[in-house]
């Protein structure tokens, strides 16, 4: 048996162009056969037929056919984002010049825990990451894998720079990931602030500062991941100045607006910050994984120095290598920010502005159309690409069961959101290509009326 190519090297790119062939036809055979947004028959269907293609795992001898026949059990087997009807979560479809960038990077193979392993890609994440901090106005970023591992990183800045005393104050609305981090790293037990529709109450974070000893970390939020909206940022951070708390600022969602002349006003306040989440595989349309943590203090950073001989000792550091293992938690990554960069330059930021405007209008579009049908009730106007709606006079248990039919269907990813005391549908709008046609499809198959 001949030896199998490598995807780099001089012999690589002469290796790859014929797979990727049949992985475009995959895709595509496997995206007629799936018919929609996602495939139909539910879980068990779904497992069944991809336990079908894969066969046996590890067989005895290997089957050249192998990747046609797994990628299109995928691309089948897919919840497509870029379908107008999967519009469940904040899950955007990729850029095609940003995953063919990733593509390279998975080719080159860089690992980013020592320089001589990625000597061009450390350097090209240094400057990434400083002008999209500069971007928000802040002043340097690490590269993560989404907004949860960025709040972690959050949470653990916070507590080797205050202590582990300081106790989190964040609101009912926070991400799921913001209390998870507390408890993993050891952190008080996190005080909660009601949220009234949605977003945390201001008067209600002064009483609790007021009321608790410091220190305190408050976490604000642009961009729930329920009904995308934002925590009144400039109120709380006058709060923060006052009481001398630490301000986290979640805007994994959010971040993206800073790329729109039109919405970037919406995050008055991030800036004050002295951490703050963003995810670009959000409102950057991006292949996940590519979150960052955004620090205003870059000095802050060194509580993440880390030594290990074989990847950055001392001398080597002393003769100009750079040290990358205290830019991350994680020792083996990908060098994520050159599909970021592609981007970047490709677009700019007026044409990424564009894509948010366009799909925050698309939000607004299907707002309306939810508000003047007689038979849905609008939670309210969007803030940003999420609308939340419901049938008009149905239970929770109906909301519930209707979403779960256009799932077992496969006719379309609808999200979920408890609001108000209530269960609404969620539809949340990232992808540009989006019309008003899609917008109509998708409340008459919320209605139950559309057949597939």
């Given amino acids: 048996m001949s030896t199998p190519p490598l995807a780099s090297g001089p012999d690589g790119p002469a290796a790859l162009r014929p797979l990727l062939d049949t992985v475009l036809d995959a895709l595509t055979s496997g995206a007629r056969a799936r018919g929609g947004p996602l495939p139909a028959g539910g879980p068990q269907a779904v497992t069944a037929r991809l336990t079908d293609a894969l066969g ?11 990747l046609r026949t797994l990628v299109h059990a995928l691309a089948e087997g897919a919840a497509d984002p870029a379908d107008p009807l999967c519009a469940g979560h904040l899950h955007s479809p990729p850029l095609a010049v940003a995953t063919a960038a990733d593509l390279a990077v998975s080719a080159l193979n860089p690992s980013l825990d020592s320089w001589d392993q990625a000597p061009g890609a450390s350097a090209l994440e240094a400057e990434v990451t400083r002008a ?7 002043a340097d970023a690490l590269a993560t894998t989404g907004g949860s591992e960025s709040n972690h990183l959050a949470l653990l800045l916070a507590r080797e720079t205050h202590g582990g005393s300081v106790q989190l ?3 009912a609305n926070a991400h799921h990931s913001l209390p998870r981090a507390a408890w993993l790293l050891g952190l008080p037990d996190p005080v909660v602030v009601p949220a009234p529709r949605g977003t945390l109450d201001p008067a209600a974070l002064d009483a609790a500062l007021t009321a608790l000893p410091g220190p305190h970390l408050v976490a604000a939020t642009a961009g729930t991941t329920d009904a995308g909206l934002i925590d009144p940022l400039p109120e709380i951070a006058g709060l923060c ?3 001398g708390a630490r301000l986290h600022i979640d805007a994994a969602y959010g971040a993206g607006l800073a790329f729109s002349d039109r919405h970037r006003e919406k995050l008055a306040g991030l800036q004050a910050a002295h951490t703050v989440t963003l995810d670009l ?8 994984a590519a979150g960052l943590l955004a620090v205003a203090r870059p000095r802050d950073l060194a509580a993440l120095h880390h030594r290990a001989d074989y990847l950055n000792a001392e001398d080597d550091t002393d003769a100009g290598l750079p040290d990358l293992l205290g ?4 020792t083996t990554r990908r060098p994520d920010l050159l599909k970021a960069a592609v981007t970047l330059r490709t677009l700019g ?3 990424l502005g564009a894509l948010v405007d366009q799909v925050c209008a698309r939000a607004r579009e299907f707002a309306e159309l939810v508000r003047e049908h007689p038979g849905f009730d609008l939670y309210d106007r969007p803030t940003i690409s999420t609308v939340c709606f419901r049938p008009a006079g149905a239970s929770d248990d109906t909301v519930a069961a209707l979403r779960r039919r256009l799932l077992h269907d496969g006719r379309a990813v609808l999200g979920r959101a408890r609001l108000d005391g209530r269960l609404w549908l969620k539809a949340t709008l990232l992808n540009p290509h989006t019309g008003p046609d899609a917008l109509a499809q998708l409340l008459k198959l919320a209605e139950g009326t559309t057949p597939r």
């Fill in 56 to 66: 046996d795992v590890l067989p005895e001898h290997g089957d050249p056919d192998a």
């Fill in 132 to 138: 999209l901090a500069r971007q928000i106005g802040l």
């Fill in 169 to 171: 104050v964040c609101g």
């Fill in 241 to 243: 100045t006052a009481h």
């Fill in 281 to 288: 595989h959000k409102l950057g349309w991006q292949p996940a």
């Fill in 327 to 330: 830019r991350s938690l994680r």
């Fill in 349 to 351: 930021r007026t044409g």
